[in-house]
């Protein structure tokens, strides 16, 4: 199996079935974590040096930190609704107790951070909604927590693909420092396939292809993009959705194309 791909387990004693830390994806700025909640189970995290994004992926949930209190937060019960999600900020240094209102799917997206920001609630009318692509290229995206929002390093955005279509493509790819077109930004894909059977293909490699790996993904599993362009495809009866975790140095989503594929791109596609 690739080292890029991280099986969903089994609920434990905190319901956490997904964990990426820096250390075992062997990278500097992401982390990602995913729990599955009974309704009235409570969740205490420390953010210590991070900045955390908490994304209700699906159900609802009481958030409380050290200076601030979130209740009853949340509607969707299912991303597949496709509204956006409540999502709660939290600066480094803080604490936070999640209580579950209902079955609960929680993201604790994670990068480092140093800025005094306070912590906010982001509703779902705060969340910029945008379609993207053409074609068997189309998508639905929502903008969780943009560059143009404060945060020190996390950039958070989910993006719904409908069967038999592509996204993340044409195949771009944000892997450069000191570039004047490109940051670095390491990512995860939190993926979830509806019906819940299905799987969808996710290919990440490098021009040189000193790093070229295609897998199959299934529901709740996470694939890492430490590097390289990072496309995915659907297949017939599965919709697809995903929840995206960036962060690097700079704190900006700017990306190149493969140049194979930019003519996707173009007017007369």
């Known amino acids: 199996m690739s080292s890029l791909l991280s099986k969903c387990q089994q609920p434990d004693a905190q319901g956490l079935i997904q964990s990426i830390t820096p250390e075992n994806a062997h990278w500097r700025y992401v ?35 050290l200076h601030a209190q979130y209740p009853q937060i949340g509607k969707r019960m299912s991303p597949f609704e496709r509204t956006p999600p409540y999502a709660v900020y939290v600066p480094h240094h803080d604490r936070v107790e999640v209580t579950a209102e209902t079955e609960l799917e929680l993201a604790v997206c994670s ?13 779902p009318a705060e969340v910029g909604v945008e379609r993207r692509g053409k074609g068997r290229n189309q998508r639905l995206v929502h903008n969780i927590l943009p560059d143009s929002q404060p945060a020190d390093s996390l950039l958070v955005v989910e ?11 044409p195949s771009h790819k944000h892997d450069q420092e000191n570039s004047p077109n490109e940051t670095y930004l390491e990512e995860t894909y939190y993926h979830r396939l ?16 000193s790093l070229d ?57």
Request: charged fraction near 20%; charge should be negative; proline fraction near 5%.
């Open 159 to 169: 993006v719904y693909t409908d069967e038999g279509n592509t996204s993340s493509y």
């Open 31 to 65: 982390g990602f974590e995913a729990y599955r909640l009974q309704a009235g189970q409570s969740l205490q995290l420390d953010s210590g040096d991070n900045e955390l994004c908490l994304v209700l992926v699906a159900g609802r949930a009481s958030v409380a930190t």
């Open 194 to 209: 509806n019906p819940e059977q299905g799987f969808c293909l996710q290919r990440v490699y490098t021009d040189d292809r």
């Open 111 to 123: 990068a480092p951070a140093k800025s005094h920001l306070p912590s906010r609630l982001i509703t």
């Open 213 to 269: 790996e295609c897998m199959a993904v299934y529901n709740r599993d996470v694939v890492k993009v430490p590097r390289g362009y990072h496309p995915v495809a659907t297949l017939a009866g599965y919709d697809s959705y995903y929840l995206n975790v960036m962060a690097g140095p700079v704190r900006l989503w700017k990306f190149t194309w493969e140049k194979d594929h930019a003519w996707i791109n173009s007017e007369s596609y």
